[in-house]
């Protein structure tokens, strides 16, 4: 059985269980941040698109632990055209990341992704993020919402390969040819939006938890009586599921007793129970291979681009 504590960490010295800050206004990520890294995470992961760095930043100082034993993730919006926003060249993408740190008031981040492949300028940007490895500006590099053509392009360019893909991660969107492609690689995966297929999830006027949701009903079921058989939450069902197929996973809320219910049951049930093979071969079968994370058409923004 694997055994998880708020110790346990991957390949490239990742906690285990991190916590987002995505849709988090300024205020928000400030105090959640907070009241994250005091109910003990240890991975904070945040992005320039989030536009909340400045509280992410402030949060991090309040909370007052040691940098060295907190590890920070954060993304670089690589421009995308459809949307207006320029491609960021290598120039522009080493001035980001300085930009950032700024914001978060840091010296350093652990983790500096491209947030995904949407730039005519990705294999700059991911020349850039090697500078800036070198630089000292980052400890790890890596990349989110890759498929294995995206990533190969940089092994075809000569590139130092990413030692980080964060995706989507769940029984509906399992990326099985994906996350065999990432393990041959030693490319660690961390899974965001591990919870999409509850019914509870993304509730909130505007967060787009309604997206696809019919399609979610009968892999509801089947977590549900999982849940009940082991007699856990449905949520710790799923992550335990994204960490059996060895992920890393990210939670979220806005709320300190979910902040902190989150966390602690991670470490009481996710770290304890073991989903039985049959349960877990059978959520498996829900995969469908779309997001639900986005509204955006995926075939533009990421895994089929």
């Known amino acids: 059985m694997m055994t998880i504590s708020t110790s346990t960490r991957n390949d490239i010295d990742m906690p285990l269980m991190g916590f987002g800050t995505y849709q988090l206004s300024v205020d928000q990520a400030e105090f959640c941040v907070k009241e994250a890294i005091n109910s003990g995470f240890r991975h904070i992961d945040s992005a320039e698109g989030y536009n909340n760095e400045e509280g992410t930043g402030k949060g991090i100082q309040q909370a007052g632990i040691s940098r060295d034993d907190l590890f920070v993730t954060t993304k670089l919006f690589p421009g995308y055209s459809q949307w207006g926003v320029p491609d960021r060249n290598y120039d522009q993408t080493i001035e980001t990341l300085k930009k950032q740190l700024k914001q978060l008031q840091l010296e350093y981040v652990d983790l500096y992704l491209i947030h995904g492949p949407m730039s005519?300028?990705?294999?700059?940007?991911?020349?850039?993020?090697?500078?800036?490895?070198?630089?000292?500006?980052?400890?790890?590099?890596?990349?989110?919402?890759?498929?294995?053509?995206?990533?190969?392009?940089?092994?075809?360019?000569?590139?130092?390969?990413?030692?980080?893909?964060?995706?989507?991660?769940?029984?509906?969107?399992?990326?099985?040819?994906?996350t065999r492609f990432m393990k041959e690689h030693n490319i660690s995966p961390i899974a965001y939006s591990s919870l999409a297929p509850l019914s509870t999830w993304r509730i909130e006027e505007g967060q787009g938890g309604e997206v696809l949701a019919e399609i979610k009903k009968e892999s509801q079921t089947v977590i549900k009586?999982?849940?009940?058989k082991l007699n856990i939450p449905e949520a710790k069902v799923l992550l335990r599921w994204g960490l059996q197929h060895g992920y890393s996973v990210l939670t979220k809320s806005s709320k300190p007793e979910r902040i902190r219910e989150n966390l602690g049951t991670y470490i009481q049930f996710a770290g304890s129970v073991e989903i039985e093979r049959e349960s877990k071969q059978f959520i498996t079968k829900f995969n469908i291979c779309r997001t639900f994370s986005y509204t955006l058409d995926s075939e533009v923004f990421f895994f089929r681009s």
């Open 120 to 178: 005519e300028l990705r294999l700059e940007q991911w020349a850039a993020l090697i500078e800036l490895k070198k630089l000292g500006l980052t400890k790890h590099i890596g990349v989110s919402n890759y498929n294995e053509k995206r990533i190969q392009e940089i092994f075809d360019a000569d590139l130092t390969k990413p030692e980080a893909n964060q995706i989507e991660f769940h029984p509906l969107y399992a990326h099985v040819e994906l």
């Open 225 to 228: 009586d999982i849940a009940a």
